[in-house]
């Protein structure tokens, strides 16, 4: 691969809504410097975020026009490994979101995706996953233990995460949501206690 190969992205002005989002083909794509690595895109999965930062909601600056993107999956290394021959490659792009076909990351940034997801469904893991397992474990010298008790509210993406890693080291989980349906669901995946909060606000 040659450093005047081309990408295509789409990038997005803040503040336009979804109305800002343009696609750029033939953008060249720089050198990789240090430890990054060249990433092919294969799915990308939607966030809250990418929504509040296409909307000028996100709290924190962004810059003047940007790929939005938050969570992906690369196609050519399913088992995480980059090689040398791909991190000297003379491909890239600026560090950006991952709604582009290549992407440049830190060697560190990057980890192997399980055998046993798809590209779909490991795009769908980083954020709120990352974010449940960091409120669990992130602290290793506090790291949830077995027998230990966990309050997660409501049955959104982080606190199905959370209920998830901590049963799986046996702690004991108290989770609150807002129907019966969702308290079958929440019984079924092994939640000790579970409070619907309409039902019983007190
Ligand atoms: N998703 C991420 O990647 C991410 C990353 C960092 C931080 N966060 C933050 O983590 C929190 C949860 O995010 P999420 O993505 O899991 O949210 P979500 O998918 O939107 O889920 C939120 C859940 O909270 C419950 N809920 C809604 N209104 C409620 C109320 N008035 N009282 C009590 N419970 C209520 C609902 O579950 P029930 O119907 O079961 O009650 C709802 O499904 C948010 O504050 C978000 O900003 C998320």
């Known amino acids: 691969m040659s ?15 979804l109305d800002g989002l343009q696609d750029e083909v033939d953008v060249p794509v720089p050198q990789l410097t ?5 990433v092919r895109i294969n799915a990308v999965s939607l966030n809250y975020r990418d929504i ?29 490994i980059i090689t040398p021959e791909i991190r000297q490659s003379t491909l890239g792009s600026q560090r950006y979101g991952v709604l582009q076909k290549l992407a440049v990351f830190e060697e560190t940034g990057l980890v192997a995706l399980p055998k046993n997801l798809s590209y779909i469904e490991g795009a769908c893991l980083s954020c709120a996953a990352v974010t449940a397992w960091n409120c669990l474990f992130g602290l290793e010298s506090r790291a949830l233990r077995s027998g230990e008790l966990v309050l997660t509210q409501g049955t959104g ?37 579970v409070i619907n909060y309409k039902s019983n606000p007190d």
């Open 34 to 38: 240090g430890r990054q690595c060249l």
């Open 157 to 193: 993406g982080v606190s199905l995460f959370a209920i998830q890693f901590a049963l799986a080291v046996g702690a004991v989980v108290i989770a609150t949501t807002s129907s019966r349906d969702k308290e079958l669901r929440l019984e079924a995946l092994g939640v000790q206690h």
């Open 52 to 80: 509040a930062m296409a909307t000028g909601r996100y709290p924190l600056p962004t810059s003047k026009s940007f790929v939005p993107g938050l969570h992906a999956v690369h196609k050519d290394h399913q088992d995480g």
């Open 3 to 17: 450093s005047t190969q081309k990408t295509a992205r789409w990038m997005i002005t803040p503040n336009l809504g």
